[in-house]
């Protein structure tokens, strides 16, 4: 079981989520929505989940490859549902970036792994309607 604490601690909408080990995250509410924007958005949260999720399988992919990654970053676009109430994620893409000595193949597998089977985080984006995309660049 996960257990994760919310307090507010700035305005009406700033909070700070935090969990058993004491990790934090400060989220808010836009200033168009009364908030201060002292914190990262809810549902940008999503996004960020599966991003670091992901890598984390694609690192672990990769290192059981014998694969040196010298460099990971990526960026990933999201487009919610427009005028609903909840406004879901519809789209999202993400483009991986990968530098080091890898292969190519190696690396197009593990992301694709890591997206279709792996992360928990894009499964539960996909069942809730979401339609992930991503591309992958190695050393570019």
Not at 98 to 121: H, N, T
Request: charged share 25%; with cysteine; glycine share 8%.
């Amino acid at each position: 079981m996960v257990t994760i604490e919310i307090t507010r601690v700035h305005g009406d909408y700033g909070f700070e989520a935090k969990n058993k080990n004491g990790h934090t995250v400060q989220t808010d509410s836009s200033s168009e929505s009364g908030g201060n924007d002292a914190g990262v958005r809810p549902m940008q949260l999503l996004l960020m989940g599966l991003g670091s999720c992901s890598a984390i399988d694609i690192v672990s992919i990769l290192k059981k490859q014998k694969q040196q990654i010298d460099d990971f970053t990526m960026h990933i676009e999201g487009e919610r549902e427009e005028n609903k109430t909840p406004s879901l994620w519809k789209t999202i893409h993400i483009v991986f970036h990968l530098k080091g000595p890898i292969d190519k193949d190696k690396a197009q597998r593990a992301c694709q792994l890591s997206i279709e089977k792996y992360c928990s985080v894009a499964e539960t984006l996909r069942r809730a309607g979401a339609i992930i995309t991503w591309q992958l660049k190695v050393n570019e």
